[in-house]
Nanobody, 121 residues
Framework: EVQLVEAGGGLVQPGGSLRLSCAAS????????MSWVRQAPGKGLEWVSG????????TYVDSVKGRFTISRDDAKNTLYLQMNSLKPEDTAVYYC??????????????WGKGTLVTVSS
């Protein structure tokens, strides 16, 4: 059974930082691309970032480029999202997702339950 468990969300002030993690199990983690997707209150889903199975290629939505960094530790079956210079508009539930293949861009088939990030003064 595939399981994805996010952690690390919380309340931070604008300009602050958070590091999200996603503990994965039930599949060969190293063989799949992974993504982060978020949903702001009252808004639709927005893809945020992706990383390929080898960890050598990453991609980001324009609004977070230069501020967020996606990474993975295959030895720990864990995906990360380092978020710096946070803005109120980053407030959302952040979901970890397993991609269909080793390269991103083909869709996702499993999701975690999410972790809430609130950026507010």
């Amino acid at each position: 059974e595939v399981q994805l468990v996010e952690a690390g969300g919380g309340l931070v002030q604008p300009g602050g930082s958070l590091r999200l993690s996603c503990a994965a199990s039930g599949f060969i983690f190293s063989g799949y691309a992974m993504s982060w997707v978020r949903q702001a209150p009252g808004k639709g889903l927005e893809w945020v970032s992706g990383i390929d199975s080898g960890g050598g290629s990453t991609t980001y939505v324009d609004s977070v480029k230069g501020r967020f960094t996606i990474s993975r530790d295959d030895a720990k079956n864990t995906l990360y999202l380092q978020m710096n210079s946070l803005k109120p508009e980053d407030t959302a539930v952040y979901y970890c997702a397993k991609d269909l293949f080793g390269d991103y861009g083909y869709g996702m088939n499993y999701w975690g339950k999410g972790t809430l990030v609130t950026v507010s003064s």
